[in-house]
């Protein structure tokens, strides 16, 4: 699907037009699901006093919260062709809202397990976000505005690291233990995705000209047709989208790793306490609220001279440096070290996940939800695959991380694997030379 209309700018105080309304709203919801999908992370030395959870629990429990969301990302996409992001996203916000405030009624390893499972499912927001933001830019923005929403998302994996625990101490306050604390503490983010649920569907649409719906009525779109596996199977036998897959479980996979287990990293290592462990760690997650725009930007300015194939190279190197900072900070035996090596380890990561998905909306734009799909589900891939090494007793932390470096590092060289034939490259020359042309000539226009 290739939609007229896109926006060739990206505006933040606007709040009107259909582009910006669906960019200020999509990256508010994915902010929304990324605290609650990891608000229990910074709180779990109180839940691993209460529930008696050994470490290798703890690392069952993290793979958990990141494994669903494989198979959810894989059919979502899908979905996103057939019916638009705004009927899906609206669905997934308040279903998913109910595991969240529901984990506060664990009562043991295996009730939690259930939970952090369920809770997952959320991470499928990510899919919807970017499929929207390819919607509705054209190309010479929407690198940085799928960044950009999914950066400013992402933030809320540092957020909660710092907000919980306050949330977590507000409960106490109030006279409730520390058992009844991070129960009540967890009511907070599911109540907050219920009401943006209902909210997403009354402020967007799923595309510049309407909903799909209504475009399919108008002739504008074409009938949908089957369940969405067309689109997929349309994806999946695309090899490169594969190597996408892979590199971005080597960042996104990373980051989500890092959510789970910074926090516990800090309290147990640097002998800190649930509220300065929660704070330090956040500042892993609030990296984004520049640094994977900064890789959605670069890549749409390397594009401008380099094309799509400038856009592959750019990806390659950052998420070469971003394997080679992941080892350094491995290494950070103090504190005053660490932190600062987390922080660099943290800007090269999402500017890897930018530098992505500045490719995602030109591989395939007939199944772009299978392909971006496919890709997100990636993410959570690499973080069951890294939570494996961190739930090893043989291991420390230190050389779980260091073994992770490593192995993203390598995965750079599958950044050659993805090539576009000359008839797509210089398709993609066009349409980009026409949306800075069209740029140019709105800017030149007086105000009204």
């Not at 109180?46 to 050994?54: K, M």
């Not at 939690?112 to 390819?134: K, N």
Request: aromatic share 12%; charged share 15%.
């Amino acid at each position: 699907m290739d939609f007229t209309n896109k926006a060739t700018r990206i505006r933040l105080t606007d709040f009107k037009t259909p582009h910006m309304r669906a960019f200020h709203v999509t990256w508010f919801a994915f902010f929304l699901c990324f605290f609650g999908w990891f608000g229990i992370a910074p709180l779990m030395a109180v839940v691993r006093e209460e529930l008696l959870l050994t470490k290798a629990q703890i690392g069952n429990t993290i793979i958990a919260s990141v494994a669903i969301t494989v198979l959810v990302r894989l059919l979502i996409g899908p979905l996103c062709d057939r019916y638009g992001a705004r009927l899906v996203y609206s669905a997934l916000l308040i279903f998913g809202s109910i595991p969240v405030m529901g984990i506060g009624l664990a009562n043991s390893y295996e009730t939690f397990l259930l939970f952090r499972l369920a809770i997952g499912a959320i991470g499928a927001s990510f899919v919807i976000t970017q499929y929207h933001t390819s919607v509705m830019f054209a190309p010479n923005c929407v690198g940085t505005a799928n960044a950009t929403t999914a950066g400013w998302g992402n933030l809320g994996g540092g957020v909660t690291q710092m907000a919980m625990p306050l949330v977590f101490a507000a409960a106490l306050t109030f006279g409730a233990d520390k058992f009844l604390g991070w129960r009540l503490a967890m009511v907070v983010p599911g109540v907050a995705l219920f009401l943006t649920g209902i909210a997403y569907y009354f402020l967007t649409q799923d595309a510049p000209d309407g909903n799909y719906k209504e475009l399919r009525e108008r002739g504008e779109m074409e009938p949908a047709r089957g369940s969405g596996w067309t689109s997929f199977k349309l994806a999946a036998k695309d090899y490169r989208v594969w190597a996408l897959f892979v590199i971005y479980a080597a960042c996104f996979g990373v980051e989500l790793t890092i959510n789970n287990v910074a926090a516990l990293y800090y309290f147990d290592h640097f002998k800190l306490d649930i509220k300065t462990a929660g704070l330090i760690a956040g500042l892993f997650g609030l990296m984004n609220i520049f640094a994977r725009t900064l890789g959605g930007v670069f890549s749409d300015k390397v594009a401008v001279r380099g094309g799509l194939k400038g856009r592959v190279w750019f990806m390659g190197i950052v998420i070469l440096l971003e394997g080679i900072a992941l080892m350094i900070f491995a290494n950070m035996e103090t504190l005053l070290l660490a932190v600062p090596a987390m922080i660099i380890f943290s800007l090269f990561v999402q500017m890897a996940e930018g530098a992505t998905y500045g490719i995602v909306p030109f591989m395939n734009k007939k199944a772009l939800g299978a392909v971006a799909g496919i890709v997100g589900a990636g993410g959570n891939a690499g973080a069951v695959a890294a939570g494996f090494l961190f739930r090893a007793e043989g291991l420390t932390t230190q050389e779980a991380l260091f073994y992770l470096g490593a192995t993203v590092a390598a995965c750079s060289v599958l950044a050659l694997a993805v090539q576009f034939t000359p008839e797509v490259i210089a398709r993609e020359k066009e349409a980009l030379a026409a949306a800075l042309y069209e740029r140019e000539q709105v800017g030149m226009r007086p105000a009204a």
